[in-house]
């Protein structure tokens, strides 16, 4: 079993743990925090998270721009990682409402294992 891959699940970030005590706790929540965290949002560093300019595109077009962003995002953000998928949950009524639910399997890099 390999013990350095993730799935994380893009849903809002109820709580953040400031004082996280596992390296692996720290860059999940990282990834987390990004997947969920809009461009413009973050004072000190604007350029942080993913752009939204996918809302109101069709499903499949949005759902390739939130994709590559997703990509982009973490691999700027958490070098730790090295993103291995980003694929959707599925939920055919969330769909049809327009609400896209992205996943991101990741796995975190070995020099971060120790």
């Known amino acids: ?22 390296v692996f706790e720290e860059i999940i ?19 942080l998270g993913i752009m939204a300019t996918f809302i109101d595109e069709p499903i499949p077009r949005g759902m390739m721009q939130l994709s590559i962003f997703l990509l982009e995002t973490i691999q700027e953000y958490e070098p730790r990682v ?9 939920n055919p009524v ?15 890099l070995d020099e971060y294992l120790s």
């Open 29 to 47: 929540q990282n990834v987390a925090v990004l997947m969920t965290t809009v461009v413009g949002t973050v004072t000190l560093d604007r350029r």
């Open 1 to 22: 079993m390999n013990n350095n891959l993730f799935t994380i699940l893009g849903l809002t970030t109820t709580r953040i743990n400031w004082f996280p005590t596992t």
């Open 94 to 108: 969330d769909a049809m409402d327009g609400k896209l639910y992205p996943r991101v399997k990741v796995r975190i």
């Open 82 to 90: 090295e993103v291995l998928e980003v694929d959707f949950a599925p």
